[in-house]
Nanobody
Framework: QVQLVESGGGLVQAGGSLRLTCAASGRTFSIYAMGWFRRAPGKEREFVAAISRSRGSTWYADFVKGRFTISRDNAKNTVYLEMNSLKPEDTAVYYC?????????????????WGQGTQVTVSS
């Protein structure tokens, strides 16, 4: 089992920045990659970004390219999501997830472990 705890969400004005943190514990040696997803009110959960544990390869949703950056600190079993130039449409609950096997890291079915989520609200 892997436990994930997100932090860093909050209320920010449009154009502002936030840094989300996801701390993993438990069987962290089994993690292949970690990802961030989000669910906006009334919408389906969607992929935001992912990073592989070993090489640090990254994947991003088109709507965050150039604005968000995912990074990792393997020594701390922590993944970060730096979010800049935030827009009101970025308002959502952001979830961290970990994958135990290689796969399509843009697909939420690849991730067996999920955090509880952290709310990000961007005001206009």
């Amino acid at each position: 089992q892997v436990q994930l705890v997100e932090s860093g969400g909050g209320l920010v004005q449009a154009g502002g920045s936030l840094r989300l943190t996801c701390a993993a514990s438990g069987r962290t040696f089994s993690i292949y990659a970690m990802g961030w997803f989000r669910r906006a009110p009334g919408k389906e959960r969607e992929f935001v970004a992912a990073i592989s544990r070993s090489r640090g390869s990254t994947w991003y949703a088109d709507f965050v390219k150039g604005r968000f950056t995912i990074s990792r600190d393997n020594a701390k079993n922590t993944v970060y999501l730096e979010m800049n130039s935030l827009k009101p449409e970025d308002t959502a609950v952001y979830y961290c997830a970990s994958a135990s096997y290689p796969g399509n890291y843009k697909d939420d079915v690849t991730y067996p472990y999920w955090g509880q989520g952290t709310q990000v609200t961007v005001s206009s």
